[in-house]
Structure formats: structure tokens, C-alpha cells
């Protein structure tokens, strides 16, 4: 055997498998579950707004059988849960490590910064999902709320949804210096998509040419999206450009700016 082969043999025998990233997972779980403002946050206001809207939206029949509720206020409560979590959530969480110089350490072990990443984004992703059942759940008990005409299509907006998310979120984490400009930028960019997606009301009552860049955006495409998916209208292709843009913009800027320590 080569001393080339060896040193790869050796190199891959070093390298963390499964396990070390499940592992990790599990750390990650444990430090959101710590973190009561994050983990309650994206969890408990958008049943909240959920909540404040279903009693007057549940009756009011639109298309193909669906509520208000259904079309208009749930897609709207999904899209936030996924904002809150990869717009200020998951950048906060990387800023702290960065400062606290986890990632530098990590970058010297096998166990490396984009295994931490993969992991982050596995949790979060856990938490969403948690967020979006709870209010869907909450939803269909309390107020009759119907399943998407077509589900797996919404389902896939959801993730493109979440995906362009993360885009945006490594935007932030890639200009952020601290922990806490990180949670003021995502914060300011949670806000600022929502009131241009439709989150304080429709996109009616903007100006035109703000609705415009509102329903171009990740937060207002990610809600019509979801609702024609739910109406079982067909979904507007310019959406799914519009969150896959999103995702892969602040992937690559992620990877231009991002700094590791």
C-alpha cells in the first residue's frame, strides 16, 4: 500500500461519521430548547396571529370549499414560522458560535464548521415543522380547517419556502459582526419582508409599486404560492423563481462573505 493510500485510509478513518452528526444534531436541540426566546418565538406568535384572525375567517368560503382561514391566514402564519426561524434564529445561532470562537476551533477538528451548519439547519427545519403542526393543528380542531387541495405542492413550497429562508438568513449571518446585530438585522428583515408579504394585511392596501416588490419577495412569494396550492389553482411559476433566487443569491453570498471566526 502507497503512502498516498495510506494517508487517505487514515483520513477517512478520521473522519466523523453518522453518529457524530446525530450527536451533534442533539447538542444543537439542547441549545435552541435553552434559548427560550428563540424556541417560544417562532412557536407561539403565529398561533397567537393565527388565533386573532380564525374566529372571524373560518365561515367565510372562497374557492373549492376553503376558508378564508385556509387561503389566506394560514399561508401567511406558515411563511412567518419559517422566517422567524431562518432569518433570525439561525443567523443569531452563527453569529454566537463565531464569536464565542466555536467555529474557529471546530475548523481545526474533523469535525468541521459545515457539519455544525448541517446540523443547525436539521434542527431548525425540526422546530418549523413543530411550529407549522401546532398551528395547523390548532386550526383544524378548533376551527374546521382543510387540508390544500394540493398538498404536495404546497408541501414543496413549504420547503422551497424554507430554503429561500435560509438564503436570506445567511445574508444576514454573513454581514452581522455580533450575536446581537445579528438579531437586529434579522429582526429589521423579518419586519420588513412581512409588511410587504401581507403579514399586517393584504397587499391591497400598498402602493402598487410596493406590492410589487412585496409579492417578489420571499415572504409575500412564499404566501400566494402556498395559497394557490391550497385554492388548487395552479402556482405561479414567478413565485417558485422568486424563493429559488432567494435561496440560491444567499447561498452564494453565504459562501462569498461568510467568515468562520
Do not use: K
Amino acid at each position: 500500500m502507497s503512502a498516498a493510500t495510506t494517508a487517505r485510509a487514515a483520513g477517512a478513518a478520521r473522519r466523523p461519521g453518522l453518529r457524530a452528526w446525530l450527536r451533534l444534531c442533539a447538542c444543537e436541540a439542547r441549545m435552541t430548547a435553552r434559548d427560550t426566546a428563540g424556541l417560544v418565538i417562532p412557536l407561539g406568535l403565529p398561533l397567537i396571529i393565527m388565533l386573532m384572525s380564525a374566529a372571524s375567517t373560518s365561515t367565510e368560503i372562497v374557492a373549492n370549499g376553503r376558508s378564508v382561514l385556509d387561503l389566506y391566514v394560514l399561508p401567511v402564519v406558515f411563511v412567518m414560522v419559517a422566517t422567524l426561524i431562518g432569518v433570525l434564529n439561525m443567523p443569531s445561532f452563527l453569529a454566537y458560535y463565531r464569536r464565542s470562537g466555536i467555529l474557529r476551533r471546530l475548523a481545526t477538528t474533523p469535525l468541521s464548521p459545515l457539519m455544525v451548519l448541517a446540523a443547525q439547519v436539521t434542527v431548525s427545519l425540526v422546530q418549523a415543522a413543530l411550529g407549522i403542526a401546532l398551528a395547523y393543528g390548532v386550526a383544524a380542531v378548533f376551527f374546521g380547517t382543510q387540508l390544500p387541495v394540493h398538498p404536495w405542492a404546497a408541501l414543496g413550497v413549504l420547503l422551497l419556502t424554507m430554503l429561500a429562508m435560509y438564503g436570506v438568513g445567511m445574508v444576514v449571518a454573513s454581514l452581522a459582526p455580533t450575536p446581537n446585530s445579528a438579531v437586529a438585522i434579522g429582526l429589521i428583515g423579518f419586519l420588513g419582508l412581512g409588511a410587504l408579504g401581507g403579514m399586517f394585511g393584504g397587499r391591497d392596501a400598498l402602493p402598487d409599486w410596493l406590492a410589487t416588490i412585496g409579492e417578489a419577495l420571499p415572504f409575500g412569494a412564499g404566501a400566494q404560492a402556498l395559497t394557490s396550492a391550497w385554492a388548487g389553482a395552479a402556482v405561479d411559476p414567478a413565485h417558485l423563481m422568486s424563493l429559488a433566487v432567494s435561496a440560491a443569491v444567499g447561498a452564494g453570498v453565504g459562501a462569498l462573505f461568510f467568515r468562520w471566526e
